[in-house]
């Protein structure tokens, strides 16, 4: 769905450049299993990992427990992008946020 849009912006149909970044969200969600506390920012939840091309179109969001660190959800980022390279063949360049 990403590449008509970057096509109408005069862009390349895959990135050569994405952001990650993440953000700590409450969880309402009773039984959850990734429910954890992220001591920094006292939030009771989980924590988005999110890939972004440079004109804030999604590309990726890995969900981990909030108590992990940013470092463990940036691997798990990395790991899947691994996965689906296939996708992302002109990615070379990602800025942590």
């Known amino acids: ?44 939840g989980g924590k988005r990992h999110f890939l972004v091309d440079t004109s804030g179109l999604l590309l990726m969001v890995v969900v981990i427990a909030a108590g992990l660190s940013d470092q463990k959800g940036a691997r798990q980022v990395f790991e899947r992008l691994e996965q689906k390279r296939q996708k992302f063949p002109r990615l070379v360049r990602i800025l942590a946020v």
């Open 1 to 44: 769905m990403n590449d008509p849009l970057r096509q109408l912006e005069e862009q390349s149909g895959t990135p050569s450049t994405a952001l990650l970044d993440s953000q700590s969200v409450k969880t309402g969600l009773p039984g959850a299993k990734q429910i954890s506390v992220d001591g920094g920012k006292l939030v009771n």
